[in-house]
């Protein structure tokens, strides 16, 4: 790599910004790289028409399914092939840096860009990111993970502070992050638009520098959100490497003029160049002959995620699979179908499966009539005659690109009232109804619940999903897809209901660490469907739960009682019920997969990491305790359970004046101590049972420091001192 440090400070600073939309400059000898928009395709705009909207043409690429998609196959081997797949068309179309994958916490369901993003828990969604950088970067191409950090709504995105408590902040919103940075190396972060705790995060030392890179040790590179750097002399000096798109140079002058009048470290300038260097040789240092992709192939591949990812919500009775039958297909997604979601990550896609051509192909010789229904009653009426006179009606109903998309941010969950009202009339008079689900964000369905036997949630699936669906509506794929996030029955169940979206510039994180299935099951809310919610055509058994000492990890059998081969996704959940802090009744832990044939059995293990066990206290910190650990096949859906004990952490020391009197009688070195001074200077609280316990509980939030004012002169600070400087010579 050529010795930045030797050049010009005018050729450092322009190599900290972009040359064009998608480029970089190329700065003596270092060339010219081009990053481009993901997560589930490769845009690759050509031409003058650039954007960062998704509004341009882009050069036609296979269009994976969405991240709410992906999700829900719970299946991170999975992902990471898709990632592989990604990285191959990013190659051959001349990209090298994908912008992804989205790995922010959906946070509340109205989030106008949810369906790039994972998962309601943090575990599950730094799982599938860490695994499709992995996927991405085996070929030789850059993941940029984002957007960091806490980005979680659109509305006024590019000004709006999320204001967080230290807790939530990393427990919740850094936890996929630092996930995927420590377990993938991506070779690039990308910084999101708004304000953390009122510090726009392109300028924040803290997360970009003392988080990222000192704590979690990410060497790579800082790029902005497209747009999203207000003052690039703050923001090179917080740690941001890579300015996007150009400024045209204005603000590589503004890094010059800087650093001449001493504003800025000429060194934190080389270090910007540096990183870039960097990513240009990782990026180019094992060039491809850009051979085109096996579209073919990659649509297969695409076919099969889309197949996982379908989740089945309900199937009374069996109604599916499907038996060779006559069949009413009605909504217009079975010919348009609503496969992807609008704005920056739109894809033109190699090819589009169409769901009524695909389930047309299935059927064979049986009859398959299509209407495409609608609002107008000479509409409602010929789908209610179709599905009368069929043995099936199949319902696709959801949401289109106009009612969610980057960019802005839904004000309600509800379906359209047209359709529901349709879904009413087909079923007065078809009880074989099966409902198919199309849509980016999380919707109502308390409704559709109440009406359909059957539903089918396909979320977003690609340009693959018509056959995807095909493939579970027949059988041809037992589904196993799982719910990534709760599904409420009202917007007004929600954890951020009344703190979304921002409002005077600052959005209130008031919900804590009470996010997703968290929040309702500490409230003891019913929900339509619980997170890790998916059914089978065949039926799961656990048995024999063992758990490892210290809980790091789990085994339980597993077996197939039903009549097909099913995969399994077992999740593990675990709980302390008696912490000394707010948690909520049950977080997920770990989490495997296992596909059986009928009569079969097996022992799946469940590795558990020690971190996801801990909470945050200026630290990660293990409570010591007896930890109850659950598994089955959704967060609702337990079979099992057992009780172990894990050993605490070490108490931090030293204690201080500013600790609570609660806090010395909590640690075991501490307690004994104390009260011995308490019973020294206050005899009454030791001998009189009743009022000393009384005195000791309602003084237990007092600073130690404030016992000196409330003793009447018992007790001095020097004796205070010398009491504190004891216990912590005992750590």
Avoid at 33 to 38: F, P, R, S
Avoid at 707 to 722: I, K, N, P, W
Wanted: glycine content about 10%; aromatic content about 6%.
């Amino acid at each position: 790599m050529a010795d930045i440090s030797a050049w010009a400070l005018q050729q450092r600073a322009a190599l900290g910004s972009g040359a064009s939309f998608w480029t970089t400059k190329a700065v003596d000898g270092i060339p010219s790289i081009v990053l481009t928009d993901g997560p589930h395709g490769v845009r690759k705009q050509s031409g003058s028409a650039t954007d960062h909207l998704g509004l341009g043409a882009s050069e036609p690429a296979t269009c994976f399914p969405p991240a709410v998609g992906l999700a829900q196959t719970w299946d991170p081997a999975l992902v990471q092939r898709v990632g592989a797949a990604l990285g191959d068309e990013s190659r051959s179309l001349g990209v090298q840096v994908l912008l992804g994958p989205g790995v922010n916490i959906k946070r509340d369901p109205r989030c106008g860009r949810n369906f790039e993003y994972y998962s309601e828990d943090p575990l599950l969604a730094g799982t599938l990111g860490a695994a499709w950088v992995r996927g991405v970067q085996s070929r030789g191409v850059g993941a940029s993970v984002k957007h960091f950090a806490v980005n979680n709504a659109e509305y006024d995105r590019m000004r709006a502070s999320s204001d967080v408590d230290d807790r939530t902040l990393r427990e919740i919103y850094l936890r996929a992050f630092e996930q995927v940075v420590r377990e993938a190396q991506p070779w690039t972060v990308m910084c999101s638009y708004n304000r953390i705790n009122g510090i726009y995060a392109t300028e924040n030392a803290w997360l970009l520098t003392d988080v990222l890179r000192d704590e979690w040790g990410f060497d790579g590179l800082v790029v902005s959100d497209w747009g999203a750097v207000r003052d690039r002399v703050a923001a090179v000096a917080a740690g941001l490497d890579l300015e996007m798109p150009s400024t045209g140079g204005v603000s590589d002058a503004d890094v010059v003029a800087a650093v001449q009048t001493g504003a800025l470290d000429d060194a934190v300038v080389t270090l910007a160049a540096q990183r870039v260097a960097q990513l240009v040789q990782r990026t180019t240092e094992n060039p491809s002959e850009s051979a085109p992709f096996d579209v073919d192939a990659h649509h297969r591949l695409a076919r099969e995620a889309a197949a996982a990812a379908v989740v089945l919500l309900k199937n009374d009775g069996d109604l599916l699979p499907l038996a060779p039958s006559r069949l009413a297909v009605i909504g217009r997604f079975a010919q348009t179908p609503r496969y992807q979601g609008g704005g920056s990550s739109h894809v033109n896609p190699t090819r589009l499966d169409i769901p009524l051509d695909e389930i047309r192909r299935l059927a064979g010789p049986h009859e398959v009539t299509f209407v495409p229904g609608g609002s107008h009653p000479d509409a409602v009426a010929d789908a209610v005659a179709a599905a009368q006179s069929a043995d099936t009606a199949v319902l696709f109903l959801g949401l289109t690109a106009e009612e969610e998309s980057e960019g802005f941010d839904r004000e309600h969950i509800d379906l359209p009232d047209d359709q529901l009202r349709l879904l009413r009339e087909i079923v007065a008079v078809q009880p074989r109804t099966v409902v198919i689900l199309a849509h980016g964000g999380v919707v109502r369905l308390d409704a559709v619940a109440e009406l359909a036997p059957a539903i089918l949630d396909g979320a977003l699936l690609g340009q693959a999903g018509g056959g995807g669906i095909a493939d579970v509506l027949f059988g041809v794929v037992n589904p196993s897809g799982r719910l990534a996030e709760t599904v409420p029955l009202r917007l007004q169940d929600t954890p951020a209901f009344l703190n979304f979206p921002s409002e005077s510039g600052r959005t209130v994180y008031g919900e804590r660490i009470f996010v997703g299935y968290r929040w309702y099951d500490a409230r003891g809310l019913d929900v339509a469907f619980p997170f890790g919610h998916g059914l089978s055509y065949t039926r799961f058994d656990y048995s024999e739960l063992q758990v490892d000492d210290d809980l790091a990890g789990l085994r339980v059998s597993v077996a197939n009682i039903g009549d097909r081969v099913g995969r399994e996704v077992v999740q593990a959940y675990a709980a302390l019920p008696a912490s000394d802090v707010s948690r909520p009744p049950r977080w997920l832990i770990g989490f495997a997969a296992v596909t059986l044939a009928p009569g079969d059995r097996r022992v799946v293990e469940i590795p558990v990491r020690r971190i996801d066990l801990a909470y945050w206290k200026d630290r990660w910190v293990v409570e010591g305790g007896d930890y109850r650990v659950s598994v089955g096949s959704s967060s609702r859906d337990l079979r099992l359970e057992a009780t172990v004990h894990v050993e605490g952490d070490a108490v931090t020391r030293p204690f201080t004046g500013e600790s609570t009197l609660g806090e010395l009688l909590a640690d075991p070195v501490a307690a004994p101590m104390v009260m011995a001074a308490v019973a020294e200077v206050m005899p009454a609280a030791g001998s009189t049972p009743g009022l000393g316990v009384d005195l000791l509980r309602m003084a237990a939030s007092i600073p130690i420091e404030r016992m000196v004012g409330f003793s009447g002169g018992t007790v001095s600070r020097a004796q205070l001192d010398e009491l504190l400087a004891a216990i912590n010579s005992q750590g």
